[in-house]
């Protein structure tokens, strides 16, 4: 087995106590036994003040708890006042408070942009509507309908309309009723 020696002069790692990975150091040269034997006494009483902290630090949180569990707050309610509590503070603060007044003033000049946008193309489509070159487009389509509609005869399926002198033919309506129209030559 290798033997692993510790080399004095080695730099302890973060988070490594420096004072034990060291080992024992020798008192300064200037300190007498009675300096050294104080010292001694001083952390053992400091230590001693530590645990007795942490005891009675220990003991208030146990008697906080049991005050707390006997006014029925339970650490979910302390975190829904904790949440609300910060997000009041967020929303009344300044930064909050101007971001919102700008999004909302963003919020209205784009919905009045889109507005703009919506009576611009509607105008353009009535516009287009009533051009002549429109219009003009919308008879021929009218009349070529008209053309193409099937004609219901009035008589036996086997017979052409001959009575009808002057060419007209019955067209019948979407309400039922026929009205009589001229055909456009």
């Known amino acids: 087995m290798p033997d692993f020696q510790q080399h004095p002069d080695s730099i302890p790692e973060v988070g490594e106590d420096a004072a034990t990975s060291v080992g024992p150091s020798p008192a300064p040269p200037a300190m ?87 009576s611009a193309i509607t105008r353009k489509l009535e516009d287009v509507r009533n051009a002549q070159t429109f219009k003009s487009f919308e008879e021929k389509v009218e009349t070529l309908k008209t053309k193409m509609s099937p004609t219901p005869s009035t008589g036996d399926p086997g017979q052409e309309d001959s009575d009808d002198p002057t060419g007209d033919t019955l067209i019948p309506q979407p309400d039922g009723s026929a009205t009589q129209e001229t055909p456009t030559n």
Do not use: C, H, M
């Open 32 to 118: 007498t036994q009675e300096e050294q034997q104080e010292l001694q006494e001083k952390l053992v009483k400091v230590e001693d003040e530590i645990l007795t902290l942490s005891q009675v630090l220990a003991a208030k949180e146990k008697q906080l708890a049991d005050i707390k569990r006997k006014l029925g707050i339970t650490p979910l309610n302390e975190l829904k006042q904790n949440f609300t509590k910060t997000w009041q503070e967020v929303t009344t603060s300044t930064a909050y408070r101007r971001t919102s007044e700008t999004l909302s003033q963003a919020s209205l000049k784009a919905t009045a942009a889109f507005s703009n946008v919506g």
